[in-house]
């Protein structure tokens, strides 16, 4: 089969590769369509896994074979390869450690995963697709997943006002998993005209500039001159995090969701008076998928915007897609169409 091979820093091959056959507990799974991950992009960027690796995470597609002692999926099932609940002793080193650094500990599972035609998973691992959700929208799961779990881990109420710092696709998706949850109103942040309309498109209040405007100024002006009650950083650019510290208003909540891989400038004086909570998430559990699978199917997240004609590529242009996405762009979400 064929899979894009990571062989070194930024250096992503398109070969041949043996097709990984099920064990007895496993299913095999014919990859339809795989979302490149910005944390792929990092992976990519800053050399953080073994060579002949095989990334990708973010994919969709039907059960084509299944181990002779599996019973929860048949062949034909359409299904997302994460979001299962893992048997005792078999969860990720995120949740099983209490100290964990992915930039430090990188990539550990050798298996082959979403860049390739093919990719097997234990029984328990993936989910069903509804009827009513496309493999298209499934290869977006596990995104919905992550901002589902933010949402959730944000302290955010009905009806408190939000601003959003970034409109790529974790922030798009955040945008509307803050109004599924009751925003009043939300305030997207975002220094792409293209992105900023496509925020409009879903349901932003109010889009900022940050690049002809003043962020904190302007998004505390947009709430009566208080500050949001949540901000979830969404950005990782250098200037968000104190952005998003200096604009909520008092006792409110900062969600750190995008996470800055090179150090950032921070001035706490600025901030610590008004007695704030800065959060972190990383990743998403098994509920927080199920969360998402469901909003995705109740179009609470709508997921056409995000995606264009230009933006699906075959396996073969992967490399090209890597290296644009490390650079400045308008670029929504990309996604591989076996």
């Known amino acids: ?9 930024q250096n992503l091959v398109v070969e041949e590769i043996p097709t990984p056959e099920p064990e007895s507990d496993e299913v095999q799974i014919k990859i339809s369509h795989s979302a490149i991950c910005g944390t792929d992009v990092h992976v990519y960027l800053y050399d953080i896994a073994p060579p002949n690796t095989v990334l990708g995470h973010e994919f969709a597609g039907e059960i084509s074979k299944i181990g002779s002692d599996v019973t929860r999926f048949k062949v034909g099932d359409r299904v997302i390869g994460m979001g299962g609940n893992p048997p005792a002793g078999k969860e990720s080193p995120l949740r099983k ?20 035609e093919y990719t097997v998973c234990k029984e328990w691992e993936p989910l069903k697709l509804p009827d009513n959700v496309s493999n298209l929208e499934g290869a977006l799961a596990e995104p919905c997943a992550i901002v589902t779990r933010a949402v959730r881990l944000s302290n955010q109420k009905l009806g408190d006002t939000v601003a959003v710092l970034g409109a790529g696709p974790i922030g798009l998706l955040c945008l509307q998993a803050a109004k599924a949850a009751g925003a009043t109103k ?10 900023r309309a496509i925020a409009i498109e879903l349901g932003a209040d109010a889009v900022v500039d940050p690049a002809t405007q003043d962020p904190v100024k302007t998004i ?35 969600m750190l969701v995008a996470l800055a891989w090179e150090e950032i400038p921070l001035l706490p004086v600025d901030w610590a008076g008004k007695e704030i909570q800065l959060n972190t998430t990383f990743g998403s559990e ?18 056409n915007p995000l995606l264009s004609d230009t933006d699906t590529i075959d396996l073969e242009d992967i490399q090209k897609a890597f290296e644009s996405l490390i650079k400045p762009s308008n670029q929504i979400q990309m996604v591989i169409k076996f």
């Open 186 to 195: 939300v305030i997207v942040s975002e220094p792409s005209e293209a992105r």
């Open 97 to 116: 450690q209490e100290q964990f650094n992915y930039r430090l500990e990188g990539i550990t599972n050798s298996r082959t995963r979403g860049y390739a």
């Open 1 to 9: 089969m064929k899979a894009a091979v990571y062989k070194s820093k």
């Open 220 to 254: 505390i002006e947009l709430t009566d001159g208080d500050g949001p009650h949540i901000v979830y950083e969404c950005a990782a650019a250098k200037p968000t995090l104190q952005n998003a510290l200096d604009m909520v208003r008092k006792k409110g909540n900062v």
């Open 286 to 303: 098994p509920y927080d998928f199920k969360v998402a699978v469901d909003l995705i199917s109740s179009k609470k997240f709508v997921l």
